[in-house]
């Protein structure tokens, strides 16, 4: 019963090119979304979030969207650095959080 | 510290053994998380205090868990008589507010179970 989905396992993107990492949701309550990214041996570190009243939201390099019609979300980032390569997880809010199973990203220089 | 810390960051532990895991969040934050990570599973949450009160602890997973913040700032998850099944990652997130805010992680606990 997973309410977070990011069915990528992994991903590999050309240094200078668009990373778009994908999330999908079941929970229709989800009124709030934020992206972590995560190094080895180290915690989530914050990235960027949405309120479900807005559709788009942008900080430098990383734009996230969200479509709740389709309980779908996802990460652009634009250039894609290899400081970048990490993994990626989307997570869902009501009251607590709910997180996915993580988009592993890697930036080919 | 400027962030979450915890505390061991290594925990091997013999299977019915009982281990203690401490978080020290941002000082001041109000919240505090405490999340499960299986290998190659996001995390999950386990408990939540506000202050020193434990408002939802509804994703512990059985009655061995236990997680105390007796004086609203340091926490600490116990886990009695544990089992190879207990063996993850143990995550601690703080965040300034109630409600939904923004949570900043420590680099958690691996606990292992022999």
């Known amino acids: 019963d997973q309410q977070v989905k990011q069915n990528s396992p992994s991903l590999s993107v050309q240094e200078g090119r668009i990373s778009i990492l994908n999330c999908d949701y079941t929970n229709s309550m989800f009124d709030y979304f934020l992206w972590y990214k995560k190094y080895p041996a180290e915690g989530p570190t914050f990235l960027i979030s949405i309120s479900s009243i807005k559709d788009k939201n942008e900080d430098g390099r990383f734009t996230v969207f969200l479509n709740k019609s389709a309980k779908h979300l996802s990460l652009h980032i634009v250039p894609s650095q290899p400081g970048d390569s990490a993994v990626y997880f989307c997570a869902a809010s009501v009251t607590q959080f709910y997180f996915g199973t993580g988009t592993s990203l890697t930036v080919i220089p | 510290g400027a962030g979450v810390s915890q505390s061991p960051r290594y925990k091997v532990a013999k299977r019915g053994q009982d281990v203690a895991l401490r978080c020290d969040p941002i000082?001041?934050?109000?919240?505090l998380f405490w999340y499960q990570q299986a290998l190659g599973q996001g995390p999950e949450f386990l408990t939540y205090?506000?202050?020193?009160?434990?408002?939802?602890k509804s994703g512990l997973p059985s009655d061995r868990f236990f997680a105390e913040r007796p004086e609203g700032s340091v926490s600490t998850l116990k886990i009695q008589r544990t089992q190879q099944e207990d063996s993850a990652v143990y995550l601690c997130?703080?965040?300034?507010?109630?409600?939904?805010?923004?949570?900043?992680f420590g680099a958690g606990t691996r606990l292992s179970v022999l």
């Open positions: 000082s001041g934050h109000v919240s």
């Open positions: 205090f506000q202050n020193e009160a434990q408002l939802d």
């Open positions: 997130a703080s965040s300034s507010g109630r409600g939904k805010n923004i949570q900043y």
